[in-house]
């Protein structure tokens, strides 16, 4: 079986006996929910009030004695998060997980009566004229203000008709819902106690270090109050959960449940929020994530006093500048975020910001094309932003007003598929593996492209060539061939024989197909483009 990086997500609850055993049965799937409902854990054992003093481990000792006096502290602070939802026939999950995260029947030996007994019950569960039935899911959270502000995933509380905490000492509170962002996984709650309730400050995530000491705990399988340890095994992980991606890794183990839960140094502030693991089987192997609390924090904020993020934004559509994409560009070494698309009446398209620049700073920090989006996304709309660029070999300072994200587009064109063979007239790019033709009236009703669509059409693509390995497909458009525009297959060789004449490795191409404009950089052939 392929491996997975999953965020966590619900899963129907099991009831009585079957309950147990469908529990068992999910543990093994990719989709990574909280842990199905178990029963109410014991009551809490007298703990260390939150004010007295954590023992940490003495100057040159490379482990700690003893997490105990820190975890004694911590954990009133951490609740268990209980949802519920109806669920009616036909209904589809949409975590958007890979894998099902609904209960599976158990491999029970073949005519026995649990075999029996388990296909009866799911039979019933998904009859079309079966009765709404409810789901509930456990997910952990953790407390930051004592007036009952409790910190969990978006995911947790998504879809969720009633929410309640339990603490630690098996009170249950209901809760409501503040706010959530579903970029970054993150919700806020509010939940009404007659006294204050323990709290959990924030750290730094910042001054985290790869090697250092943390502590995760939460309701793994519904086990509650769980405290597991580990290190941070890296920093700055993309695992395509979404635009801002910048998690913790850890080793310290993490499961379904985990979820919401907090990650803690040393000093008990929370460094991270658990969100997903890595696991071909559903359990921990050690490789888990944490939303850092750096990004954390704002977004929390803004839930807090808003119910929504509003996020900064100066429209381009960008790329990391990979060796090729440098080569291609005469830069010393690939570093910065390569412009591929700017809005039409954007920030950038104010600032003059142009297709093919390379943006390397933003307010004298350096950057890379995964880095631009949240950074940008943290400065607040209507500030002012420093970019340093690099357009055509110079360096450049431009600035820009910051604007503010708009709502998520749901539509995109409708592009067709193409027909591989090469049009009439088309030509060959030699040693890259596609041909090119004009557009033309034939051309854009093909194609199904826009009136005044400028460029070249690719007409096919040879099967196992360079072009196929990049991703180019027949009906894309080349608009640019090394920042130069082009029109005709005419003038896209004579802009290759330009870059190869330079005597460099490689050429970019600004290619424009339904998902939008991106560079990609082709190696040179020896020979040049010919008409067939």
């Not at 990719?30 to 100057?59: E, I």
């Not at 802009?495 to 191409?509: E, G, N, S, W």
Request: hydrophobic share 40%; charged share 20%.
């Amino acid at each position: 079986m392929p491996d997975h990086v999953s965020a966590f997500s619900r899963s129907s609850a099991a009831l009585g006996m079957g309950a147990a055993l469908l529990a068992m049965a999910t543990a093994r799937a990719y989709a990574l929910p909280p842990a199905a409902t178990v029963a109410p854990p014991p009551a809490a054992a007298h703990v260390t009030p939150v004010s007295d003093p954590v023992r940490l481990p003495a100057p040159g000792h490379d482990t700690p004695d003893s997490f105990a006096d820190l975890a004694a502290r911590l954990l009133p602070a951490v609740v268990n998060v209980s949802t519920t939802e109806m669920v009616r026939p036909g209904d589809e999950d949409d975590d958007g997980d890979e894998g099902d995260s609904s209960p599976q029947i158990p491999n029970f030996p073949e005519g026995s009566p649990f075999e029996k007994f388990f296909h009866d019950f799911m039979n019933r569960q998904n009859t079309p004229n079966a009765p709404p039935r409810k789901m509930q899911a456990l997910g952990s959270g953790f407390i930051i203000d004592p007036a009952g502000i409790v910190v969990t995933n978006n995911h947790v509380v998504r879809n969720a008709e009633q929410i309640t905490v339990t603490l630690q000492d098996n009170t249950v509170l209901k809760a409501h819902l503040l706010g959530h962002d579903d970029r970054t996984d993150l919700a806020v709650l509010k939940v009404d106690s007659p006294k204050p309730l323990p709290a959990v400050p924030f750290g730094d995530s910042d001054h985290a270090r790869v090697g250092d000491w943390v502590l995760a705990i939460g309701n793994p399988f519904g086990l509650s109050g769980t405290v597991t340890a580990g290190i941070i095994s890296s920093r700055g992980r993309n695992i395509e959960q979404g635009p801002y991606d910048d998690f913790i890794q850890t080793d310290a183990p993490i499961n379904k449940g985990n979820s919401g839960g907090p990650l803690f140094n040393l000093h008990g502030d929370v460094i991270g929020i658990n969100t997903a693991i890595f696991s071909p089987s559903g359990g921990s192997i050690g490789i888990g994530f944490a939303i850092p609390s750096a990004e954390a924090q704002g977004i929390i904020e803004q839930l807090r006093k808003h119910g929504k993020v509003s996020r900064g934004w100066i429209g381009v559509r960008i790329q990391d500048v990979t060796q090729d994409i440098a080569d291609g560009l005469g830069l010393k070494s690939a570093h910065g975020a390569l412009i591929a698309g700017v809005e039409a009446k954007g920030p950038a398209a104010a600032a003059h910001l142009q297709t093919g620049d390379v943006i390397v700073t933003l307010d004298g920090k350096d950057i890379d094309g995964r880095a631009l989006p949240r950074l940008v996304a943290q400065l607040p709309a209507g500030s002012v932003a420093h970019l340093g660029i690099v357009r055509h070999d110079h360096p450049m300072n431009v600035t820009i007003t910051i604007g503010a994200l708009p709502e998520e587009k749901t539509d995109k064109a409708d592009g067709k598929p193409a027909q591989k063979a090469p049009a009439s007239g088309s030509m060959a790019v030699a040693g890259l593996g596609f041909t090119v033709g004009a557009i033309d009236d034939i051309a854009r009703q093909k194609y199904n492209m826009p009136e005044g669509q400028k460029g070249v059409v690719v007409t096919g693509v040879t099967d196992d060539s360079p072009a196929a390995e990049r991703g180019l497909r027949t009906g894309d458009v080349i608009t640019e061939v090394q920042q130069a525009t082009v029109s005709t297959p005419a003038e896209l060789k004579h802009q290759i024989d330009l870059v190869r004449a330079q005597k460099r490795r490689t050429v970019l191409f600004l290619v424009q197909n339904s998902d939008g404009l991106r560079w990609v950089p082709f190696p040179l052939a020896e020979s040049g483009a010919h008409p067939d």
